[in-house]
């Protein structure tokens, strides 16, 4: 059983900054792709940032350039650094984890990031 657990999300100002964290535990032995998806009210749900096993990563055009995925592969944690927050950034954000060997997709509980003066 792999569980993920999300922190950081809470309530920012227009240009602020946010780091979401993701902590993953469990019987992990290694990870195809550990990153970040979002969902607004009303719209679907989108890939924010991913991170391969490799240590590539891809963004989303929307915050390409002002987020930034990283990982600490000792402690199994994943983090998204958002700069310049703005309205449309507001959504619940969601860790996703896919392990080997059958492809298991994993979710967190997700945090709700809402950008508003």
């Known amino acids: 059983q792999v569980q993920l657990v999300e922190s950081g999300g809470g309530l920012v100002q227009p240009g602020g900054s946010l780091t979401l964290s993701c902590a993953a535990s469990?019987?992990?032995?290694?990870?195809?792709?550990m990153g970040w998806y979002r969902q607004a009210p009303g719209k679907q749900r989108e890939l924010v940032a991913i991170m391969s096993s490799g240590g590539r990563t891809n963004y989303a055009d929307s915050v390409r350039g002002r987020f930034t995925i990283s990982g600490d592969n000792a402690k199994n944690i994943v983090y998204l650094q958002m700069n310049n927050l703005k309205p449309e950034d507001t959504a619940v954000y969601y860790c996703y984890a896919e392990l080997p060997p059958r492809r298991t997709v994993y979710w967190g509980q997700g945090t709700q990031v809402t950008v508003s003066s």
């Open positions: 469990g019987s992990i032995v290694s990870f195809n792709a």
